[in-house]
């Protein structure tokens, strides 16, 4: 009589990851500077990664990259499966420094975009509109940059970056000018507005806590030539009371790990 033959089934393949952008062996010199080498990342539709690593690795220059700001010496970018080849309107880019038309009002600088684009006046003012209240700014529609404090600018740019409906939004640093008090709130409105708008979310950051706090993944790059050294996915559930957040346990060893990992870097 034959013995039964036990047959392992092989464990069931993971389901694949719906990739909105996907970077292949992005390599950048400047000069005889190698800013990053052999890139490859995918980013999740409707999620927002950061980007961090020590200074120099090449987060804003790889963030510009996929702006299509920059161009990369080698490898390649797809948005929706599209190469990347200049700006386009499925991206849209929130500078450090608020990039804001000091002579335009709230309203012109936030529907600035849909103008370019040829969208109706009343259309696009009724977006703008929309967008300045989400960011909390309304009221100040009428009130010119100077007018506001850096915190409030900084709005302004992220209700302008919202507006146009872009698929990925690029935030290069965008809280690193406000001061702490500013830099929480924003921190709790970005992950509001990640699930409200279901947008993707592309942030660069030097703060190993701003990244574990608002990230649903984290990209580390290694000093330069920047390249994917680790990629973290803090389980941390932001739901209720975002204070409740800082206290989580599983946020603080998180933290903990990333800076474990970094401190050899740190001068």
Not at 190 to 218: G, M, P, W
Request: proline share 6%; glycine share 8%.
């Amino acid at each position: 009589m034959r013995s039964a033959v036990l047959r392992k089934e092989p464990p069931p393949m993971p389901a694949p990851v719906d990739s909105i952008v996907e970077v292949r062996g992005i390599s950048k010199t400047y000069g005889d500077v190698e800013a990053l080498r052999s890139v490859d990342l995918d980013f999740p539709r409707g999620k927002l990664t950061s980007l961090l690593g020590p200074s120099g690795c090449g987060k804003t220059t790889l963030l510009k990259i996929i702006a299509g700001l920059i161009e990369a010496n080698a490898g390649t970018v797809t948005v929706d499966g599209k190469p990347v080849s200049g700006p386009g309107p499925e991206r849209a880019f929130v500078f450090q420094d608020f990039a804001l038309m000091p002579w335009a009002t709230v309203m012109r600088n936030v529907a600035f975009g849909l103008e370019l684009r040829g969208v109706a006046k009343t259309e696009r003012e009724d977006k703008a509109r929309h967008y300045i209240r989400e960011v909390g700014l309304a009221g100040f529609e009428n009130k010119y940059p100077h007018e506001l404090s850096g915190g409030m600018r900084q709005r302004v740019g992220l209700a302008r970056a919202l507006s146009v409906d872009a698929e990925v939004l690029l935030l290069d640093e965008p809280f690193s000018a406000v001061d702490e008090q500013n830099r929480r709130k924003f921190q709790e409105d970005l992950i509001r507005l990640r699930t409200n708008q279901n947008k993707t979310f592309i942030f660069v950051t030097h703060s190993i806590e701003e990244a574990v706090y608002i990230s649903d993944r984290i990209v580390l790059l290694s000093p330069r030539p920047g390249r994917v050294s680790q990629i973290i996915e803090p389980e941390i559930d932001r739901s209720g009371d975002p204070e409740r957040i800082h206290r989580d346990q599983h946020y603080l060893d998180t933290v903990d790990e990333i800076w474990q990992g970094l401190k050899q870097y740190v001068e």
